[in-house]
């Protein structure tokens, strides 16, 4: 997911996903704060949305209000801190919630940022993404990395959230220098479902975007949905081209034919635009919500 403004400074399959038993003083598997059960399946979703920011006094309550069957928010609230479990649980009870987790990028305004970090120092972190400032590519492959994303997302479950929301999985396109990007990752997230289900079983694992990476099938035994940006219109308010949405389609019906669900974002802000928007994706048999590119509110469905 391309983050949001505020932010700124700021079973041959499943052996692809086998996480290491848990260590001494490691929180053992199932363990942590009383968890909502999901409202319902992923799969009987119909509607989805996100805010990653803007929640303000009214912090969680009109995500809790809403009528999504699915959304997505930031684990932490607009002064950076972690959502109690409490308002976790209560805004999960109507909806499947999912926690923000970036795992293909380094945010400086995470509470795991250290002071006088750089590109280079630790090795893991590469160069600052130019239109987002604050966020930086990873070394998505490196031990200390990934360990330092696990404990996040240790947090994430213990919160209470009933899956993650994985975003930059398509971090590997940025190194194409590097053969074993694609395979590196793929690896990557089947660890990240590994290690979370071996916590709390039916822990939800949602990527955003590389749909082509249904086509590997140690990736598909791994995830349960996909989020995916951009499919018909760009941010903002510009139509994508056909060739886009005929490529993504294509993966789309392969996530369809294994059974799990696509829920697609895009970006507009003209009405006319966004009921035809919804409508092209429905017609596809997708779970559409169309959003301003900000996230800092939850937009209406239709």
Known sequence: MTLPARLWPALLLLSACASPPAQA????????????????????????????????????????????????????????????????????????????LSVGAAEAYRPYWQTGWRPGTPAWLLSEQPDWPGNYDVAYWDADWQAL????LDRVIDQGFHGAYLDLIDAYEQHPDRPAARAEMVAWVCRLAAHARARRAGFLIVPQNAAELIRDPRYAACVDALGSEETFVYATNQPTEAVRRDTLLADYALWKAAGKPVFTVDYADQSALTTRTYAQARAQ??????????????????
């Open 25 to 100: 003083g490691q929180t053992p598997p199932g363990a942590g704060a009383p968890v909502t059960p999901a409202p319902m399946p992923l799969t009987a979703a119909r509607t989805w949305g996100y805010q990653l920011t803007g929640y303000g006094a009214d912090r969680l309550s009109r995500v809790a209000a809403s009528s999504f069957d699915v959304i997505v928010v930031d684990t932490l609230d607009d002064d950076t801190r972690p959502w109690p479990a409490p308002e976790v649980a209560q805004a999960a009870r109507a909806h499947v919630l999912l926690g923000y």
């Open 149 to 152: 994303t696990l404990r996040e």
């Open 285 to 302: 048999g997708l779970i559409p919500y169309v959003t301003v590119r900000e996230a800092d509110r939850l937009t209406p469905g239709q």
